[in-house]
T-cell receptor, first 111, second 119 residues
Framework: QKEVEQDPGPLSVPEGAIVSLNCTYS??????FMWYRQYSRKGPELLMY????GNKEDGRFTAQVDKSSKYISLFIRDSQPSDSATYLC???????????FGKGTRLSVIA | DTEVTQTPKHLVMGMTNKKSLKCEQH?????MYWYKQKAKKPPELMFV???????INESVPSRFSPECPNSSLLNLHLHALQPEDSALYLC??????????????????FGPGTRLTVL
């Protein structure tokens, strides 16, 4: 079992839809959870950063962490064509442990 | 300002060339990272510097040589690369590694990358 599992998609939704992106993980030591958006041929852009369990909202984006289920989600409300990108989840434990990335989910929002 | 800059944006080099990639941040971050990313894959960690000292080397071949001349700059020196080394090379920075600085966040901010092609 990989440490972080993320469905690579592609996921195609109509403009205005609510998008749900998810990752599961196996390492119970993970405490820091991040979501990155990466446009084609560009560097990843940090969207959300959460510590431990709970929800965090920023504009149209909501990140949820459920440590008991080892499951994290990113919701995008009122999706726009400009949201079309690859979304990468990443997580790490305490100490100097490197970030572990999911494979990324390719999202297309169709106008 | 959460900007990490990288130069050059694109680089084409032969297998006998020597070149360098450069990364700069002015956020006062004390941890800096090099990643390699192949198409449709997540970034793979290569090196981590903490307070200008090499902290992690993920068994990277010696044809890649990192250097951190000061707290704002990170270089990656390339020599005798192979065509399979062609990839997007990403630099990132964070306030500090966890435990290295009280209260520091380990959020990593990435630069735009250098797209490297080895002929």
């Amino acid at each position: 079992q990989k440490e972080v599992e993320q469905d690579p998609g592609p996921l195609s939704v109509p403009e205005g839809a609510i998008v749900s992106l998810n990752c599961t993980y196996s390492n119970s030591a993970f405490q820091y959870f991040m979501w990155y958006r990466q446009y084609s041929r560009k560097g990843p852009e940090l969207l959300m950063y959460t510590y431990s369990s709970g929800n965090k909202e920023d504009g149209r984006f909501t990140a949820q962490v459920d440590k008991s289920s080892k499951y994290i989600s990113l919701f995008i409300r009122d999706s726009q064509p400009s949201d079309s990108a690859t979304y990468l989840c990443a997580m790490s434990g305490s100490g100097n442990t490197p970030l572990v990335f999911g494979k990324g989910t390719r999202l297309s929002v169709i106008a | 300002d959460t900007e990490v800059t990288q130069t050059p944006k694109h680089l084409v080099m032969g297998m006998t060339n020597k070149k360098s990639l450069k990364c700069e941040q002015h956020m006062g971050h004390r941890a800096m990272y090099w990643y390699k990313q192949k198409a449709k894959k997540p970034p793979e960690l290569m090196f981590v510097y903490s307070y200008e000292k090499l902290s992690i080397n993920e068994s990277v071949p010696s044809r890649f040589s990192p250097e951190c001349p000061n707290s704002s700059l990170l270089n990656l020196h390339l020599h005798a690369l192979q065509p399979e080394d062609s990839a997007l090379y990403l630099c990132a920075s964070s306030q500090a590694l966890l435990g290295a600085q009280a209260g520091a966040s380990n959020e990593q901010f990435f630069g735009p990358g250098t797209r490297l092609t080895v002929l």
